[in-house]
């Protein structure tokens, strides 16, 4: 009898590990089941944000090109590539005062630069960009056209944040990067107030890999896609060069990796006025350290060099270390610019916030940097504004900030438009509004 109940219990348990299996399995494959679910799903989720992305740019090319000027031919352009034959030169212009600007969010916004130029009695409606950077979609920049759209899979990269041996970046110290195919990027010139359309429009790229060829898809105006551009070799530039003019521009990669460091929109009439803004929020002055970088081909009667705000926090800050670093970089910046005049800006006062940031007299550091940069910057032919002086001196911001209309913002490091405003009077002042050059 104890015999026979342990062959029933032995049996049972045999039966109840099977089910346990088959329970165990049939919990696995639901599992899978869920899962294979949830991946396609979002996997589907993914492909529908790319194309609603694409979709979002695919409307500002179509709504802001087609005009209502449109008629035949509006949408028909050539393509010629640097040096080539059909190649045409972009206009000097000899009659134009042309400025540049290099520095970090200070001078990004437009907001300084705007109020600059009306205090030097540069009319509005007499200026232009001529060279813009590729920093789409960046916040808080100041590009000189009307609106952009930008896909999703696009790196922007900055010469500051890179070694200094890196190639690929001209003077504009960006390159917009893609090896994805289907990502576009949309120009459009004219916007809802109507700006002038360019004549033609210079796209300069940077191939990464010379040997490897590159097929871009465009189109202008709304219009279809004309047949791809294949580009083998090294090509930097491409000329868009249409039947009319260039209201919207949609560039689509295709195939192969690109990069964008910038864009040169050439019209119809002679600006009184190119101004050409290569500030980028959290610039610092490392990015001229760089001896691969490539010029443009512009010409400026004043180029402005503002940096110092975003070298402040660093632990390893030294007076004597940072004269040598800004001398290496002032030297590259005026090897590239060696008969602009020259104006260097100080960083504007600073007071810490945040319990980590009170640990640093900012004040201090910026006074300190400030003087480096007096020193320094007589030894390169260049103008010096303090602009931390201007403001009152170490701990100036604090006062900024209380008046009724603040001229500082809440963090005390970044001013509001009329604080830009105000030092912008400040430095108009100061400093002699720029003439004319020999071109």
């Not at 045999?14 to 799903?41: D, E, G, I, N, P």
């Not at 289907?182 to 796209?203: C, H, K, R, S």
């Not at 803004?277 to 010029?295: C, D, E, R, V």
Request: net charge positive; aromatic share 8%; with cysteine.
């Amino acid at each position: 009898m104890y015999l026979g109940f342990t062959i029933c219990v032995q049996h049972a348990s045999a039966v109840y590990s099977k089910y346990v299996s088959l329970m165990k399995m049939w919990a696995y494959a639901c599992l899978c089941c869920v899962l294979l679910v949830v991946h396609t799903a979002l996997a589907g989720a993914g492909t529908v944000a790319a194309a609603d992305r694409n979709r979002r740019c695919d409307d500002v090319f179509q709504t802001a090109g087609t005009g209502k000027n449109r008629g035949p031919g509006d949408d028909q352009f050539s393509v010629a590539s640097g040096g080539s034959a059909s190649w045409r030169a972009s206009p000097q212009h000899p009659s134009a005062i042309r400025v540049g600007v290099w520095g970090d969010s200070h001078t990004a916004s437009g907001s300084f630069v705007d109020a600059m130029l009306q205090a030097w009695g540069f009319p509005a409606d007499g200026t232009r960009a001529g060279y813009v950077q590729a920093a789409i979609g960046l916040p808080g920049v100041r590009l000189g056209i009307a609106r952009t759209c930008l896909t999703k899979q696009w790196n922007l990269n900055f010469a500051y944040r890179s070694p200094v041996r890196e190639t690929g970046f001209t003077s504009t110290l960006v390159n917009l990067k893609s090896d994805a195919n289907d990502e576009m990027v949309v120009l459009d010139f004219v916007g809802a107030d109507g700006a002038p359309p360019p004549q033609w429009l210079n796209i300069h790229l940077d191939k990464p890999d010379p040997d490897a060829t590159l097929i871009l898809g465009m189109s202008i105006n709304g219009g279809a896609e004309a047949s791809p551009t294949v580009l083998d070799g090294g090509i930097h530039t491409l000329q868009i060069m249409p039947d009319t003019e260039i209201r919207t521009l949609r560039l689509r990669l295709i195939a192969g990796q690109l990069g964008l460091t910038g864009f040169e929109p050439v019209y119809r009439s002679t600006p009184k006025l190119i101004i050409d803004i290569f500030s980028t929020p959290g610039a610092q002055s490392k990015a001229w350290l760089n001896q691969k970088i490539k010029p443009i081909d512009a010409h400026y009667d004043m180029v402005i060099f503002q940096y110092g705000t975003n070298e402040a926090p660093s632990d390893s800050y030294r007076p004597d270390q940072y004269a040598v670093s800004l001398r290496k970089e002032l030297r590259q910046f005026r090897a590239i610019h060696p008969t602009s005049r020259c104006v260097v800006m100080g960083p504007p006062d600073r007071v810490g916030m945040t319990q980590a940031d009170k640990k640093m007299d900012y004040s201090a550091r910026h006074q300190s940097i400030s003087k480096v940069q007096a020193l320094v910057s007589p030894e390169f032919r260049c103008e010096y504004w303090d602009w931390q002086r201007a403001m009152g001196g170490p701990k100036s911001v604090l006062d900024w900030a209380k008046r009724a209309e603040p001229l500082a913002q809440a963090d005390l490091m970044h001013l509001t438009s009329q604080g830009y405003a105000e030092s912008a009077r400040l430095f108009a002042a100061s400093i002699r509004r720029p003439a004319l050059l020999a071109k």
